[in-house]
């Protein structure tokens, strides 16, 4: 079965068929998908989906994007949120140096604060980063490695940096972008870092994987995102697809029978 460790089905591009989409997805083989919060309102969201889904789970945090509005009583609804059963990660959190949106101190000092929650709730993190793979590397380093673990979502460092973050217990995200043209070097990456510290995402409504690349993304997609990593690592996609499973399992923690 297909697992999606990195959604965003409350944004809105879903909004005009988010129930048919999802009530789609168990007969194309997907089942599992963590709804991942971005925003203050993309948290709430994806409680709100765990909630209502059987198949779906939520990862609470908020972006590097929207860290202005992480105050104190943000920081209390976060750790609420976090407590909730179905609540497997505190994501996505981390640094985005494309955009900057915020000041960099602001996104780090908010990454930062972030981190500390997981280690207090102990729950692994879902990483992202863009333009700015070594503060990521850095702060992960000094602040969290080899605690509560997580997922460096949509990875797009170098293959030495993926195999130090797999030294420190972290698992690499791996998404559309692996089908690319472009994606030589994550081709390189899935090739070259244990098959069992890999775990698939989509980022949607972003990232469509080719032949639907500049589409709208779901998780069903993610079948052509297995095909491509069996591929690079020369098995049958039959069984890339399930380990890519038991990986995403042990990472959020979502074992079976526990
Ligand atoms: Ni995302």
């Not at 789609?24 to 991942?36: F, I, M, P």
């Not at 059987?54 to 009583?73: C, K, N, Q, R, T």
């Not at 130090?164 to 994606?183: L, M």
Request: net charge negative.
């Amino acid at each position: 079965m297909i697992i999606d460790t990195h959604a965003h089905y409350d944004e809105h591009a879903f909004d005009a068929d988010r129930e048919e989409v999802l009530s789609s997805l168990a007969a194309k083989g997907v089942g599992c998908v963590v709804n991942v919060g971005a925003s203050p309102d993309g948290a709430r969201a994806s409680v709100a989906f765990a909630k209502k889904y059987d198949f779906m789970y939520a990862a609470v945090g908020i972006h590097p994007d929207d860290v202005g509005a992480l105050d104190d009583a943000l920081m209390e609804e976060l750790r609420e949120m976090a407590g909730l059963p179905k609540t497997v990660a505190i994501g996505e959190i981390g640094l985005d140096y494309y955009w900057d949106v915020q000041p960099r101190q602001v996104q780090k000092e908010a990454f930062i604060r972030q981190l500390e929650l997981a280690k207090e709730v102990d729950l692994p993190i879902n990483v992202h980063s863009r333009d700015a793979a070594q503060d990521t590397f850095d702060i992960l380093c000094a602040h969290h490695a080899g605690t509560t673990g997580g997922i460096i979502h949509c990875y797009s460092g170098s293959v030495e940096m993926a195999k130090e973050y797999v030294k420190r217990g972290y698992y690499i995200g791996v998404g559309g972008v692996v089908t690319f043209k472009n994606g030589k070097t994550l081709k390189n990456v899935v090739r070259e870092i244990p098959l069992e510290r890999i775990v698939t995402e989509t980022d949607c409504p972003y990232l469509a994987p080719v032949p639907f690349r500049g589409k709208r993304n779901d998780s069903s997609l993610i079948r052509y995102v297995i095909d491509e990593i069996a591929a690079l690592r020369g098995i049958p996609a039959g069984e890339a697809e399930e380990i890519l499973w038991n990986n995403a399992m042990s990472v959020y923690r979502m074992g079976t029978g526990e």
